[in-house]
């Protein structure tokens, strides 16, 4: 079993939801990435998005867009991002990564050579933002035939045709976009999403992530209610970048800050279920 | 889907295909959430290409509003001049709004309005697709806002402020390299935002299916008109065409109704900025590699990684690190010739045609022109080749005074 499966199949046995923070690969310095990684397992986290830093995030908003700009000062590669992913697999060996970047550095490194390089680190599935499902053909094949997850985004405007044949080709879990426009916006409207994710569980049997907008303890425990998984991205790269100095004497600021916004969000979507339902009531 | 190497079996009309391929180029490469605007697009532009009422509305804009057709002029000083073919230019520079851009805005304005959207967002680079967005946005009477790089709105001060007359908002892009492609991914993240009520009209033959497409379908008519001016004038098809290309509008347009002319020799000019070999440059087709980049799999320039580099050229509107897909699949099949003129050649290809014909050519027409010169000097004066002219020098004039070391 995949370390996603075993993942998701303990949280449910546990009747609990992920907790999956993002962290840009070498922000706001290379030596952060790793020792955050272990920190936000320590606070709760039961996966880890891990960025790769492209020059042109067109789906990302300015927190992450600059998380981006900083990681490239540092020549940020994807072979930083496997170095990273391994040196966290030495002392990890059980949390699901997922890597999430955009196509043109897996275009460059050539599909098969990517899934080979990235299932050898130790990355469990990958999020490319920019590619479809109706042009993924031979990079599906490629990712599942090195054991890795092609994760899929669903949005607001994905129409009942495209959820079904999104379904036919995701695996790991499926990431539901919560609204419409770019990562870190802020009108997240949670019956909406809970709506969707109804719609959506007619024709998907994998794990419902939800992300884009999630940005406290409060809208945490609301979105995990209703789903299998809360993506938590641009709250956590804002309260990095108050740190950036591109120093890496920050390191523990950072993780004191990060472990701090994640308790909140793993407490909150903990608490008893009957509480929440009254809470957003 | 493999490209046919195989030119006499290649039918142009029918690329690209369902899905917006031009062999291994183009496609549809979005996030998600504009899946659908794509697909509502595509649909509503099949629908309308095919409408008359529509197509009539637009030729009749394209008459009275645009003033089409645009002549071709047989430049005989400069043919003499250069002593070699005879040399015509395709007058885009005498359209409203000073260049090409137009054909395409009205094009895609009087779809937004029949698909009831009432907002309307463009990327600009040099600023003129942004006046020519914002030109028909005021004459439709819709909202309009432009990207536009921080550094590009410096450079192209009076295009801003055209702009801002014209009623639309100018948002300046701080992010990455604070040009072209900054403000288009910007431009896309409104849309992704405001898929809703707004139309993206994008500039050129780039972005994702059906963008390619739909803009060299407006664009085509600059062809079209070329085709049967030269055959009225000369008697028969010219021998060669030249356009410059950034994300290749222009050219495309100039270049679509002659691709199955066997005898027709095609030539695309990419800015070679400070030479090729130097690195600084623009010029993806000449010396980029395959990529994706804003909606679809095109040449780019790029790092051995993956990350796009910055481009450089004097022209704004050839300063783009990718190219339309369909001049990447013309480019491999081998059916149009790519090459490139430094900021050096285009300046001077400036001038020489401001002094000899008394017309002032845009720094993204004058890489054309330059070309165009060379070329014509090695045919014979039986032969003739068209140049794009794509737009008017007025815009460029501070560039040029500054370059030059002239205080305005």
């Known amino acids: 079993m995949s370390r996603l499966q075993s993942c998701f199949e303990q949280l449910k046995a546990e009747q609990r939801k992920a907790l999956i923070p993002y962290v840009m690969t070498g922000d706001p310095h290379p030596d952060v990435t790793v020792p955050l990684m272990h920190a936000m397992v320590k ?4 996966i880890i998005e891990l960025g790769a830093p492209f020059s042109d995030p067109m789906a990302d908003g300015p927190v992450i867009q600059a998380a981006a700009e900083r990681a490239l000062e540092f020549d940020i590669s994807l072979d930083d991002v496997f170095n990273n992913v391994a040196d966290f697999r030495k002392l990890d060996d059980v949390t699901p990564i997922i890597m999430m970047g955009y196509l043109n550095l897996i275009e460059v490194a050539g599909y098969d050579n990517f899934a080979a390089r990235a299932a050898a680190a130790g990355v469990d599935g990958v999020i490319t933002v920019d590619m479809p499902p109706e042009e993924a053909d031979d990079y599906i094949s490629a990712l ?52 969707k994710l109804a719609e959506i569980r007619q024709q998907i049997d994998l794990p419902l992530g939800v992300g884009f907008g999630i940005s406290n303890a409060e809208t945490a425990a609301q979105v995990s209610a209703c789903s299998d998984a809360v993506v938590v991205g641009s709250a956590i790269v804002k309260r990095m970048a108050a740190h950036q100095t591109h120093d890496a004497t920050q390191t523990e600021d950072i993780i004191r800050d990060v472990t701090e916004l994640l308790n909140g969000m793993r407490q909150a979507m903990d608490a008893d279920i009957e509480n929440k339902i009254t809470k957003t009531a | 889907m493999p490209t046919d190497k195989t030119q006499q079996a290649i039918d142009y009309a029918a690329m690209p295909d369902d899905r917006g391929h031009f062999g291994i180029y183009g496609g549809r490469f979005v996030s998600e959430t504009l899946m659908q605007a794509l697909d509502e697009l595509r649909d509503a532009y099949e629908k309308f290409s095919k409408d008359k009422e529509f197509q009539a509305q637009f030729d009749a804009d394209l008459a009275y509003y645009v003033g089409r057709p645009s002549p ?37 304005a009087l779809l937004a309005r029949a698909m009831g959207k009432n907002r309307v967002i463009a990327e600009t680079g040099a600023g003129q697709h942004g006046v020519a967005s914002a030109t028909v946005a005021a004459r439709f009477g819709m909202e309009c806002v432009v990207y536009m790089g921080a550094e590009d709105i410096v450079r192209q001060a009076p295009n801003v ?62 062809g079209r008109e070329a085709r049967t001016q030269i055959l009225e004038m000369t008697g028969k098809l010219p021998d060669a065409l030249v356009a410059c290309v950034g994300g290749g509008s222009n050219a495309i347009g100039l270049f679509h109704p002659f691709l199955e002319d066997e005898s027709v020799e095609i030539y695309g000019v990419e800015a070679a900025g400070d030479g090729i070999e130097t690195g600084h440059h623009a010029a993806p087709l000449c010396a980029g590699e395959p990529g994706v980049l804003h909606g679809n799999r095109t040449y780019l320039m790029e ?89 008017r020098g007025d815009k460029d004039i501070n560039t040029i005074a500054k370059i030059e070391g002239i205080e305005l």
């Open chain 2, 303 to 391: 790092d051995r990684a993956g990350q796009i580099i910055e481009t450089h050229s004097v022209s704004a509107g050839l300063d783009y690190p990718g190219v339309g897909p369909e001049h990447a699949w013309l480019k491999d099949i081998g059916r149009v010739n790519y090459t490139a003129i430094t900021d050096k050649e285009a300046l001077a290809a400036f001038h020489q045609l401001t002094r000899v014909e008394g017309i002032i050519p845009a720094l993204e027409s004058s890489h054309a022109m330059a070309y165009g010169v060379k070329l014509a000097a090695t045919m014979s004066p039986e032969q003739s080749l068209i140049i794009n002219l794509s737009g």
């Open chain 2, 72 to 108: 071709l002029y047989h430049a005989e000083r400069l043919s003499n001049e250069v002593g070699g073919a005879q040399i015509f230019l395709k007058r885009e520079d005498l359209n409203h709004t000073g260049a090409h851009k137009i054909n395409n805005t009205i094009g895609q």
């Open chain 1, 43 to 46: 606070a709760g986290a039961n």
């Open chain 1, 144 to 195: 599942k035939s090195h054991g890795l997850a092609p994760v899929f985004l669903i949005a607001p405007t994905t129409t009942s045709e495209r959820i079904g044949k999104i379904g036919n080709v995701a695996d790991g879990f499926v990431y539901y976009v919560s609204l419409k426009g770019v990562t870190g916006a802020a009108n997240l409207d949670v019956d909406s999403v809970a709506e």
């Open chain 2, 161 to 222: 402020y055209r702009m801002k007359l014209l009623g639309a908002e100018v948002v300046p892009v701080t992010s990455g390299s604070k040009t072209l492609k900054d403000a288009l991914n910007e431009a896309m993240r409104d849309w992704v935002t405001n898929v809703d009520n707004t139309f993206y009209i994008i500039g050129t033959v780039a972005g994702p299916h059906p963008y390619p497409q739909m803009v060299r379908d407006f664009q085509s008519v600059i």
